[in-house]
């Protein structure tokens, strides 16, 4: 089951609203986090500075700490009545003594702890150490510390840090909504540009945009065109020729029938005629079926290791008759040793037969077929001694239904071409 697509907008969008909140989220967790233990550590600090003068504890650092003298005192009994209630001289009385002993009383706070101890009052937090001296048997000392202005300051920087994030956002989601546009328009035009195309309209349109990427896939959506164009140029005219090849046998098996039935050629001639114009249509249809075949790849060949000597000789012998009736020989230039090769026989059959009924064509006295293996290639030539091509023939030769300077037409060279192709091998044709 395949999820709904987005659209690349608000693809990027999302990507950048949870990217943009992750990162402020992690910013304000640190400095949070970071800015938390620094409000504890100089609590703590200040606590101790002033326990010490009760407990004449040795003091690590400095022995007067920035923040020692906003700590108070609140002196208290074992029943957690507060006796005295006085700030460290020359400060003035600040509020929350009544709740800090009532928390460490519902706490069930050991009062013999002398731990740095806080209390969450009002979303305030208090620190304290509850300090015994000998010098006040039955008392117990409570020094507090409020660090409102670091606590006021950490929320106000909590504050900006949101504001800055909302205000980020803001300015990347604008940023981000003309990017994506500028982005999403040509692949839009691309799509309709596609779409057209699929609808048939084979016209080209070329666009230019600012992103290298969609430049190219502009250009390559008119290479298709020109191809499509092209393939549909070629396909016409194979119709075409095809009609006509086609069109030509059929009309000879037809004349042939009326002029057997109205007595002007006798049955057994235009039997003969008829035999040979069915073998011709019969083999065009095939090498059109082959050459379909071979294009569409609609059926994998199965391949084994031939030796390529005795398919090249096989095949060969099937046109000794027709040689010998035109006084054609055929010489054998072989390896002495196998040519292996993995491929299908009857596909290279297909290839050396059309090869030999096209030397055929030419061909005084003799044909030459050679097979060698050379430096781990396997090199298959197919020589007669006729004439030769015209110069201009020669580029357009493996072409469909090419009309060379006998007026023949015809596809074998092609199909040969395209079984060729298909082993991956390569195929050139010299005349002298």
Request: proline fraction near 3%; hydrophobic fraction near 35%.
């Amino acid at each position: 089951m395949f999820k709904r697509p987005l659209s690349i907008k608000i693809r990027f969008m999302s990507y950048i609203t949870i990217v943009l909140i992750g990162v402020f989220l992690l910013i304000s967790f640190t400095f949070n986090s970071v800015f938390t233990q620094y409000i504890e550590s100089n609590a703590t600090k200040a606590l101790q500075y002033n326990r010490s003068f009760i407990t004449n504890e040795p003091l690590e650092g400095p022995k007067n700490h920035e923040f020692s003298n906003q700590t108070q005192l609140i002196v208290i009994n074992s029943s957690y009545q507060i006796i005295e209630d006085r700030p460290i001289p020359n400060l003035p009385n600040t509020d929350p003594k009544i709740q800090i002993v009532n928390e460490i009383k519902e706490n069930d706070i050991d009062l013999n702890s002398n731990e740095i101890l806080n209390i969450n009052l009002d979303d305030q937090f208090i620190y304290y150490t509850i300090v015994t001296s000998d010098k006040t048997p039955g008392y117990y000392l409570i020094f507090y510390i409020q660090m409102e202005s670091l606590t006021s300051f950490q929320h106000s920087v909590s504050l900006v840090l949101w504001i800055i994030l909302f205000f980020a956002l803001l300015l990347a989601l604008i940023t981000m909504n003309f990017m994506t546009n500028s982005i999403v328009k040509p692949i839009k035009d691309v799509q309709k540009f596609a779409q057209r195309i699929g609808e048939g309209d084979t016209s080209n349109e070329y666009l230019y945009y600012p992103d290298l990427e969609i430049n190219q896939l502009n250009q390559s959506m008119n290479e298709m065109v020109n191809k499509l164009n092209a393939q549909d140029e070629t396909q016409r005219s194979f119709f075409q020729n095809v009609s006509h090849e086609l069109r030509t046998p059929l009309q000879i098996i037809k004349s042939q029938t009326e002029s057997a039935q109205v007595g002007i050629s006798s049955i057994h001639d235009a039997s003969k005629i008829i035999h040979k114009e069915v073998d011709h249509l019969s083999e065009l249809i095939d090498d059109i079926l082959v050459l379909s075949r071979l294009e569409s790849k609609s059926n994998e060949l199965v391949k084994s290791y031939y030796d390529l000597r005795e398919t090249i000789s096989t095949t060969s012998e099937r046109y000794r008759s027709i040689a010998s009736q035109n006084n054609i020989n055929f010489i054998y230039e072989f390896d002495s040793k196998p040519v292996l090769f993995e491929y299908n026989e009857a596909s290279f059959e297909k290839v050396i037969s059309n090869l030999i009924s096209n030397a055929l064509r030419y061909a005084r006295t003799q044909i030459t077929l050679r097979c060698t293996h050379q430096n781990d290639r396997i090199f298959i030539e197919v020589e007669d001694d006729g004439d030769g091509i015209l110069e201009k023939d020669l580029p357009h030769i493996f072409e469909r239904f090419y009309k060379d300077k006998s007026g023949h037409y015809g596809i074998g060279l092609s199909i040969v071409q395209s079984i060729v192709n298909s082993y991956n091998g390569h195929i050139e044709v010299k005349s002298k």
